[in-house]
Nanobody, 124 residues
Framework: QVQLVESGGGWVQTGASLRLSCVSY????????IGWFREATGEERAFVAG????????TYIDAVKGRFTISRDNATNPVSLQMISLIPEDTAVYYC?????????????????WGQGTQVTVSS
């Protein structure tokens, strides 16, 4: 059983930075693909970034390229999402999710484990 817990959300102004962390309790996530998703009010949850189990493959949606950086340290557990130059459009609940499959998927349905989410609010 994998339990994922996100932290690091908050309320910031445009241009600020935040660093989200995803920690696993129970079974480790060293062999699990981790994705970050976000859900804005009134919108469906959507993929933001993902990283393969060994960190060799990374993918981002175009809207966050150059501003968000996903990384992982399997020795210490957390998977991080460093976010800079935040804009109001980044406001959402951010979720980390684990995929035990072999690929680096952007599909929500491919992810087996989910955290409870952390709120990120960016004011203009």
């Amino acid at each position: 059983q994998v339990q994922l817990v996100e932290s690091g959300g908050g309320w910031v102004q445009t241009g600020a930075s935040l660093r989200l962390s995803c920690v696993s309790y129970g079974r480790g996530i060293g062999t699990v693909v981790i994705g970050w998703f976000r859900e804005a009010t009134g919108e469906e949850r959507a993929f933001v970034a993902g990283i393969s189990w060994n960190g060799c493959r990374i993918t981002y949606i175009d809207a966050v390229k150059g501003r968000f950086t996903i990384s992982r340290d399997n020795a210490t557990n957390p998977v991080s999402l460093q976010m800079i130059s935040l804009i109001p459009e980044d406001t959402a609940v951010y979720y980390c999710a684990g995929d035990t499959g072999p690929g680096l998927s952007r599909r929500e349905g491919d992810y087996d484990y989910w955290g409870q989410g952390t709120q990120v609010t960016v004011s203009s």
